[in-house]
């Protein structure tokens, strides 16, 4: 089957913008959690959402924000771009518990000059 | 809350070698489960092994076997004969189960392991 699909690949963007990464999920899943990979932070959680409905929240500015459809693919919006945003964004698919697992996907990885 | 200590941050060995990751762990709670995680240059988190808190048994898949200590809060991986396939960045992360459903992972920091030819 499938697995999860992170689009896109590759983002430049210019500090003060915003962005948009897209989740797709493996089929069935319905939770998709984000999580940020920088080097001095390591990887860091950012919220899941399962249903459409935003579950658990990490301790990230307003400036991130996401949502779930309802064919479960999800979507992460980082508003007014810093230069500290620059990182690999993961996205893992679960059937919603931890004793299924995760799976994640190859990430997006946001450059922000 | 709960944290996740991988102490190694680097570690280089020659091909065919043995190497254990380790990885030690903190939660309050008595229902979790365990992962590893590799992560090679491509970036994607390829997953390694999930454990709960209930099956303190260990386990072996090939050239991979773990070792899950409750009494010392650790649970190590080791590759035995070494390739240079394994070379990536090795992840511990914790996650705790809760009724209503909010779990997150934490991670450790990861282990660079590095197979040298």
């Known amino acids: 089957k499938a697995g999860v699909t992170q689009t896109p690949r590759y983002l430049i963007k210019t500090r003060g913008q915003q962005v948009t990464l897209s989740c797709s999920p493996i089929?069935?899943?319905?939770?998709v959690s984000w999580y940020q990979q920088t080097p001095g932070q390591g990887l860091q959680f950012l919220f899941e959402?399962?249903?459409?409905?935003?579950?658990n929240k990490g301790n990230f500015p307003g400036r991130f924000s996401g949502r779930q459809f309802s064919n479960s693919r999800s979507e992460m919006n980082v508003s007014t771009l810093e230069l500290g945003d620059s990182a690999l964004y993961l996205c893992?698919?679960?059937?919603?518990?931890?004793?299924?697992?995760?799976?994640f996907g190859s990430g997006t990885r946001l450059t922000v000059v | 809350a709960q944290k996740v200590t991988q102490a190694q941050t680097e570690i280089s060995v020659v091909e065919k070698e043995d190497v254990t990751l380790d990885c030690v762990y903190e939660?309050?709670?008595?229902?979790?489960?365990l992962f590893w995680y590799k992560q090679p240059p491509s970036g994607e988190l390829v997953f390694l092994i999930r454990?709960?808190?209930?099956?303190?048994q260990n386990e072996i898949s090939g050239r991979y076997s773990w070792n899950f200590q409750k009494s010392t809060s650790s649970f190590n991986f080791t590759i035995t004969a070494s390739q240079v396939v394994d070379s990536a960045v090795y992840f511990c992360?914790?996650?705790?189960?809760?009724?209503?459903?909010?779990?997150?992972?934490?991670f450790g920091t990861g282990t660079r392991l590095t197979i040298i030819p």
């Open positions: 893992a698919s679960s059937h919603g518990r931890a004793n299924y697992g995760y799976t």
């Open positions: 089929s069935g899943h319905r939770s």
């Open positions: 959402y399962f249903s459409e409905t935003q579950r």
């Open positions: 939660t309050r709670d008595t229902t979790y489960y």
């Open positions: 454990r709960n808190s209930f099956d303190e």
């Open positions: 992360a914790l996650s705790e189960a809760a009724p209503g459903g909010n779990e997150k992972l934490t």
